[in-house]
């Protein structure tokens, strides 16, 4: 191997969760009155956490208190249907056994709420991960590199020793703000094309090349 420990992205790099996260976010819009939002819309606007989902969502002019109300029952709805659509992309799960069995310490550091990505790990990947952050309150999101910096902690590694995998442009950041490798997925929620503008260098378009890639 290549690295000592392996950070992944969540959403659009380990699972498919763009319909469940479309769904939620137009029943939120439809509870407060908004028009909905297409599938493509919402592919767009995810990366960048819940409240950012919900503000996008909302139609220009929505006044905050709206907004806020969008996002309660966003997470509502979504806490209770996060998995009636999501599972992981091909190839992942013999991926990640693959590297568990070279003894890799592996982690996830996602901007979904904290919750959600504990269940789902639990679910989808049952004692397959060493560290697990998703987004909190006290700490600041991706591409600040506070989450990765604790799961590292967590692992006892530095940024020479990982390498982060996503796959969208808040990835690319991310990586850059913590000084470790990066690589981009390219079956994610971002096109090849914005990727590249947004300075992403190293590609994997399918498990193969990713499983290359790593070792």
């Given at each position: 191997?290549?690295?000592?420990?392996?950070?992944?992205?969540?959403?659009?790099?380990?699972?498919?969760?763009?319909?469940?996260?479309?769904?939620?976010?137009?029943?939120?819009?439809?509870?407060?009155?908004?028009?909905?939002?297409?599938?493509?819309?919402?592919?767009?606007?995810?990366?960048?956490?819940?409240?950012?989902?919900?503000?996008?969502?909302?139609?220009?002019?929505?006044?905050?208190?709206?907004?806020?109300?969008?996002?309660?029952?966003?997470?509502?709805?979504?806490?209770?249907?996060?998995?009636?659509?999501?599972?992981?992309?091909?190839?992942?799960?013999?991926?990640?056994?693959?590297?568990r069995k070279k003894e890799v310490p592996l982690?996830?550091?996602s901007n979904k709420g904290d919750a959600a990505?504990?269940?789902?790990?639990?679910?989808?990947?049952?004692?397959?991960?060493?560290?697990?952050?998703?987004?909190?309150?006290?700490?600041?999101?991706?591409?600040?590199?506070?989450?990765?910096?604790?799961?590292?902690?967590?692992?006892?590694?530095?940024?020479?020793?990982?390498?982060?995998?996503?796959?969208?442009?808040?990835?690319?950041?991310?990586?850059?703000?913590?000084?470790?490798?990066?690589?981009?997925?390219?079956?994610?929620?971002?096109?090849?094309?914005?990727?590249?503008?947004?300075?992403?260098?190293?590609?994997?378009?399918?498990?193969?090349?990713?499983?290359?890639?790593?070792?």
């Amino acid at each position: 191997m290549r690295y000592k420990a392996v950070v992944f992205d969540l959403d659009g790099t380990l699972l498919y969760t763009l319909e469940d996260l479309w769904l939620a976010t137009n029943h939120a819009l439809a509870a407060n009155g908004l028009p909905p939002r297409t599938i493509d819309e919402v592919r767009r606007f995810i990366g960048n956490g819940y409240r950012q989902l919900a503000r996008l969502a909302s139609p220009e002019g929505t006044p905050d208190e709206v907004q806020e109300q969008v996002l309660s029952d966003f997470n509502a709805y979504y806490q209770v249907h996060a998995e009636d659509h999501t599972g992981p992309y091909p190839g992942i799960p013999e991926l990640l056994e693959s590297l568990r069995k070279k003894e890799v310490p592996l982690a996830v550091v996602s901007n979904k709420g904290d919750a959600a990505v504990q269940d789902l790990m639990a679910s989808c990947f049952p004692g397959t991960f060493d560290a697990i952050a998703g987004e909190r309150e006290d700490v600041r999101r991706k591409p600040a590199p506070d989450t990765v910096l604790a799961v590292m902690r967590q692992l006892a590694v530095g940024p020479k020793d990982i390498v982060y995998v996503g796959d969208s442009e808040v990835d690319v950041r991310t990586a850059a703000n913590v000084g470790c490798d990066c690589i981009i997925v390219t079956w994610g929620y971002r096109d090849e094309d914005e990727l590249h503008e947004a300075g992403a260098t190293v590609f994997a378009h399918n498990c193969d090349e990713l499983a290359e890639l790593l070792s």
